[in-house]
């Protein structure tokens, strides 16, 4: 079992920047991939990154593809999402995910993954 712990978010204007955390405690030990999906007001899970925990190979939806950032820290075990160019359609709330079985690549639902943090809200105001 692990648990995951976001950080970060707030309210940006319009191509702002920000970064995103999650920690990751319990058991790390085989984690295969990390992922950030978010939840637009009115709307289901979306993918938006992953990551290949043990190589670091990333995958992007093509909405962020150029301007987010997927990465994270092995030895600390800790996921980062670094947002730029943020529009008022990237608001919503953010949700990092892990899990022990998910395909960085090929798994990009959110049913794909077992293990969440709690959300943060992002908000990017004209």
């Known amino acids: 079992q692990m648990q995951l712990t976001e950080s970060g978010g707030g309210v940006v204007q319009d191509w702002g920047s920000l970064r995103l955390a999650c920690t990751i405690s319990?058991?790390?030990?085989?984690?295969?991939?990390g992922a950030w999906f978010r939840q637009p007001p009115g709307e289901e899970h979306e993918f938006v990154a992953a990551i290949n925990w043990p190589e670091g190979s990333t995958e992007y939806a093509d909405t962020v593809k150029g301007r987010f950032t997927i990465s994270r820290d092995y030895g600390r075990n800790t996921l980062y999402l670094q947002m730029n160019s943020l529009r008022p359609d990237d608001t919503a709330v953010y949700y990092c995910?892990?899990?022990?079985?998910?395909?960085?690549?090929?798994?990009?639902?959110?049913?794909?993954?077992?293990?969440w943090g709690q959300g943060t809200q992002v908000t990017v105001s004209l």
């Open positions: 319990g058991r790390t030990f085989g984690i295969s991939s």
């Open positions: 995910a892990a899990d022990y079985k998910a395909h960085w690549r090929r798994d990009l639902y959110a049913t794909d993954y077992g293990y």
